[in-house]
């Protein structure tokens, strides 16, 4: 059915410049905001396979979509063996990625080369980590966002720069300062900072050459700017995607976090924030076609309905704060998702994918119960979603 369906929506255009890269008439006025590391890759795998017709072009981007499975298995198996193969089919049924798996869009293929640095990374590869994340933001430019993490987790696998918990909470000026003067620890982090220097220099080059990070710029992309609505829409979908887990947590881990005055102050200056910057107001959420846009119109249409609105963003702040992940570094992956995910004014439900994704397979792993639970959540969803 896919092979012989009519394009949709993007996938006009991201045919439209594979078939310019094809037929050698690439423009780069008619690739938008995005760099073409998808195009070529598709294009190239189009011309090895002797056609360009879109039926090959999807089955192209499937390969590629079941490549990032093999990715996430990688990942979820490096971080716990016995969970892995559960994490991948979690991550092949998450319900806002599996639509997208045969579909011409870019972010299954983003999310092969960000998993591929993260698994590199976890294995203390900083040179293939680096180049992987080099072919992140040439697919799409904000994975560029995830090189600090990358750089950290590496250096977090030097023996003498093997932080514990406390010392990132307490002392971790203290202990970053005692490290730097050791001339061990010196060599080592230098030897595994210096391969992220290659990723962050070409992106610093691009933006100076380009002017901007997005490649072609326009009033719908604008840059410099923060815009929060990404952040509070994906933590909607955390809520709605991972109900299993904010069930368990609420019964389990919030009372416990609510103990904690700096962490009960936190997550109330981060939900005001949200709620005083949420903004809906970028051209394409305003076409109420899709059940999205609907949402966020609804979130719009007074104090009562955006309350409503961010109860489950609430309820999701706090079922993160209170998860836990392997290794103490992969902390910082908040942050830096916040970053990711401000970047943009328009918002969309294909940008949480990356986070959500990371999140699913960074996440400490519960029992095999929860573990099953949240897969057959992920089929119910799905099954709502095809049909």
């Known amino acids: 059915m896919v092979r012989t369906s009519p394009l949709v929506f993007d996938e006009i255009s991201h045919f439209e410049r594979i078939t310019e890269i094809l037929n050698g008439t690439f423009s780069r006025a008619k690739f938008g905001a995005m760099l073409p590391g998808y195009h070529y890759l598709v294009s190239g795998l189009l011309i090895l396979s002797g056609t360009g017709s879109a039926a090959a072009a999807r089955l192209v981007t499937l390969v590629i979509s079941l490549l990032s499975c093999g990715a996430a298995y990688l990942v979820a198996r490096t971080l716990d063996h016995e969970t892995a193969f559960l994490r991948t089919l979690q991550y092949a049924t998450l319900p806002i990625l599996l639509p997208f798996f045969p579909l011409l869009y870019t972010d299954t293929a983003s999310l092969l080369f960000v998993l591929l640095a993260f698994f590199f990374a976890f294995r203390r590869m900083s040179l293939s980590s680096a180049l992987s994340s080099c072919a992140g933001v040439l697919v799409r430019q ?3 966002v995830w090189v600090p993490l990358l750089a950290l987790i590496v250096l977090s696998r030097e023996p003498s720069w093997a932080l514990t918990g406390s010392e990132l909470r ?133 104090a009562v309905r955006k309350a409503v609105f961010f109860v489950p963003v609430a309820l999701a702040l706090l079922t993160a704060s209170s998860v836990r992940f392997p290794r103490p570094v992969m902390y910082f992956f908040y942050p830096l998702a916040f970053v990711y995910l401000s970047a943009s004014w328009f918002i969309e439900t294909r940008y949480a994918i990356v986070p959500l994704a990371l999140f699913l397979l960074f996440r400490e792993k519960q029992t095999w119960r929860q573990e099953v639970l949240q897969f057959g959540w992920n089929l119910v969803i799905c099954l709502w979603v095809f049909f």
């Open 142 to 144: 904000n994975n560029i």
């Open 170 to 302: 307490s002392h971790f000026r203290k202990t970053i300062c005692d490290r730097l003067k050791r001339r061990k620890s010196l060599i080592e982090a230098t030897k595994s900072l210096l391969p992220f220097v290659i990723p962050i220099t070409g992106f610093l080059v691009f933006i100076v050459l380009n002017g901007s990070p997005v490649l072609n710029r326009s009033d719908l992309h604008p840059f410099p700017g923060m815009f929060t609505g990404n952040v509070s829409f994906t933590l909607l979908l955390f809520s709605a995607l991972f109900f299993p887990l904010v069930i368990e947590q609420a019964w389990g881990q919030w009372r416990h976090i609510l103990r904690e005055q700096r962490v009960q102050l936190l997550l109330v200056l981060l939900l005001l924030v949200l709620w005083g910057t949420f903004r809906a107001d970028h051209p394409l959420n305003l076409n109420l076609q899709s059940v999205k846009n609907q949402i966020l119109s609804f979130a719009e249409s007074g």
